[in-house]
Nanobody, 111 residues
Framework: QVQLVESGGGLVQPGGSLRLSCAAS????????MAWYRQAPGKEREFVAS???????NYSDSVKGRFTISRDNDKNTMDLQMNSLKPEDTAVYYC?????WGQGTQVTVSS
């Protein structure tokens, strides 16, 4: 059974930063597509960022220029560095690779 475990969420003031990490229970070396999604209260889950094995990266327009996704195939982790956070970034953030989701980590941006 594959497990994805997110960490690093918390409460931060607007303009602040957080770094999320997703640890996989298996080797991610051959996993092509990995991504972060988020779900705000009362809204549908939405795409945030993705990273492919070859290094191709995509971001949603709402986070482009503020968030940075990365992966470490040796440590079997995927990270999301979030800078210049806004209240509208408040959501539960989920790690994803095809057919598997993590349990989510709460990010709250508030003064």
């Amino acid at each position: 059974q594959v497990q994805l475990v997110e960490s690093g969420g918390g409460l931060v003031q607007p303009g602040g930063s957080l770094r999320l990490s997703c640890a996989a229970s298996i080797s991610i070396f051959r996993i092509n597509f990995m991504a972060w999604y988020r779900q705000a209260p009362g809204k549908e889950r939405e795409f945030v960022a993705s990273i492919a094995r070859g290094g191709s990266i995509n971001y949603s327009d709402s986070v482009k220029g503020r968030f940075t996704i990365s992966r470490d195939n040796d440590k079997n982790t995927m990270d999301l560095q979030m800078n210049s956070l806004k209240p509208e970034d408040t959501a539960v953030y989920y790690c994803f690779y095809p057919n598997y989701w993590g349990q989510g980590t709460q990010v709250t941006v508030s003064s």
